[in-house]
């Protein structure tokens, strides 16, 4: 949980809590194992906590499928000006679905990030997240599993001055253009 007053860097570039404690398991069992026994059955206690991570439902591997959040119009376009919009904003009626635009993991629900509102941000890898803001209601917590096209809030207009959803994909933790993995309508 994210408390008012905290500051949350997006930028995360290899998501080094995450990786930190992967490869700090990893490392202690072959670190016991090799005073134990041969380095030959190394190998085969690495490649199974390298498989179990796969199978966790809660941040898939491989490519991302995307699909449109909401079903409004663009009214706001990304811009990679240092100041500029970090995603783009989809208007729509109070209380609209909001859906997943892939399958992943809810990393963060909550309204301490200034003009973001009620803010959920989902993880679909270990390089892509996706963030959604403005929300009227949210239906889903922290560490809840998603799955693409499911309903995870209502749009609103917290934080702002209209009813939008404020969507943002960030890849290695740097905002980029949604309009480039959404597919066309």
Excluded at 23 to 34: D, V
Excluded at 89 to 109: H, Q
């Amino acid at each position: 949980t994210i408390y008012p007053g905290q500051r949350i860097s997006l930028g995360i570039k290899t998501s080094s809590p995450a990786v930190a404690s992967k490869p700090a398991t990893t490392s202690s069992k072959p670190a016991s194992k090799p005073a134990a026994s041969k380095p030959a059955s190394k190998p085969a206690p690495a490649a199974k906590p390298a498989s179990k991570p796969a199978t966790k439902p809660a941040v898939p591997v491989g490519p991302v499928e995307w699909r449109w959040p909401a079903s409004g119009q663009v009214v706001e376009s990304f811009s990679n000006a240092s100041q500029g919009r970090k995603g783009i904003a989809i208007s729509g009626r109070r209380n609209s679905p909001v859906v997943a635009a892939a399958p992943g993991r809810v990393v963060y629900r909550g309204s301490g990030l200034t003009g973001y509102g009620n803010l959920l941000i989902i993880k679909h890898s270990e390089r892509w997240l996706s963030a959604y803001a403005h929300n009227d209601k949210m239906m889903v917590k922290e560490g809840d599993s998603v799955k693409g096209g499911q309903q995870v809030a209502t749009m609103g207009a917290s934080g702002t001055f209209r009813t939008q959803l404020h969507f943002e994909i960030r890849k290695d933790g740097k905002p980029v253009d949604p309009m480039g993995y959404l597919p066309k309508r």
